[in-house]
């Protein structure tokens, strides 16, 4: 048998659900997702990865700026729904949407709930240096992220995981969760765990000025910041050539032994050997404004930096 089913998802992360959810049998009657936004050279309209999915699958797709109208919430009931499934979908559900389905609303999180509650659970836990992490489908309730949990699974966070990598393996491994998800809530053998009250953390969004290198931190946990906003937004260093800030990303560095004043270049042999405020950080990649990723022996080409030299 296949649920009637409504998906509610906005980026990349939700395209592996749908798919999942679709390859299952389920009857996806709706995808709702963000609005169109504006994005590229010429500020055209851009769908969302999941409305594009669904517009290649011949899914009806809704793009509701809010769904707290009256208009918009009849329209959600009238789908008749069994369940609906929501994945990064970015809007808030009024109480009368959680309500309308028969089996209520499933979410897919990409963390080991309660810890790292909303916005960039991924990224919260490599920069903080979690251990593992993991991804966990429960039935939403009105706060954030408070919901019951129904069914988890745990991940460990490889030393090299970027947001990125770790982004792709827990979209992959939540698809598969949900689906098994829904396959135990057809049988009605779905049990619901409260989450605990202890060690609750918020995973708020990743602010620009956030994604500054300071290199006074140690090595240690540097290597955690960058890995954890590789690939977006990336963390940056600036520096400064005659009287003019050009910012620089770091793409890959590790830790490694050495000792300065923070911020200052150890070495420029097979990358740039930095000072942090224990131990130092060796880059390997990295990328200019305005220029492609580069390998720090390109790099520093056509951007030289001096042994000795102290960055802000």
């Not at 990224?123 to 251990?131: H, T, W, Y």
């Not at 955690?224 to 910012?247: K, N, Q, S, W, Y």
């Not at 990649?285 to 990723?293: I, M, V, W």
Request: include cysteine.
């Amino acid at each position: 048998m296949s649920l009637r089913i409504a998906f509610m998802g906005t980026p990349e992360f939700s395209v592996s659900v749908l798919a999942e959810l679709l390859g299952a049998g389920h009857e996806v009657v709706a995808v709702y997702s963000q609005p169109p936004r504006k994005a590229g050279r010429g500020m055209a309209e851009q769908p969302s990865p999941v409305h594009r999915f669904a517009q290649s699958h011949g899914l009806v797709v809704r793009t509701p700026v809010s769904l707290k109208s009256p208009e918009e919430q009849q329209a959600f009931a009238d789908l008749d729904l069994d369940v609906a499934i929501v994945v990064a979908y970015g809007l808030i559900l009024p109480k009368a949407i959680l309500e309308a389905p028969r089996l209520g609303c499933l979410n897919l999180h990409a963390s080991l709930l309660p810890r790292w509650r909303g916005a960039a659970p991924i990224q919260r836990a490599i920069m903080a240096g979690d251990a593992e992490t993991g991804v966990m489908v429960m039935q939403m309730d009105e706060g954030l992220d408070t919901g019951p949990v129904l069914l988890a699974e745990h991940v460990l966070i490889a030393p090299t995981a970027t947001s990125g990598s770790l982004h792709d393996e827990l979209s992959h491994i939540g698809a598969s969760l949900m689906v098994r998800a829904l396959a135990a809530l057809e049988r009605g053998s779905l049990h619901a765990t409260p989450q605990p009250d202890e060690g609750v953390t918020y995973a708020k969004k990743i602010g620009k000025e956030e994604a500054r290198i300071e290199w006074s931190r140690p090595a240690s946990e540097l290597d955690c910041h960058i890995r954890g906003l590789t690939p977006f937004p990336g963390a940056f260093f600036e520096v400064t050539r005659d009287g003019l800030a050009t910012r620089v990303k770091i793409l890959r560095a590790s830790p490694t032994g050495g000792q300065g004043a923070a911020g200052e270049i150890l070495s420029l042999d097979g990358g740039i050997t930095i000072a942090c405020g224990d131990g130092a950080l060796k880059i390997t990649d990295l990328q200019r404004a305005g220029k492609g990723p580069m390998r720090a022996d390109d790099f520093l080409r056509g951007f030289p930096f001096v042994k000795g030299e102290r960055l802000a």
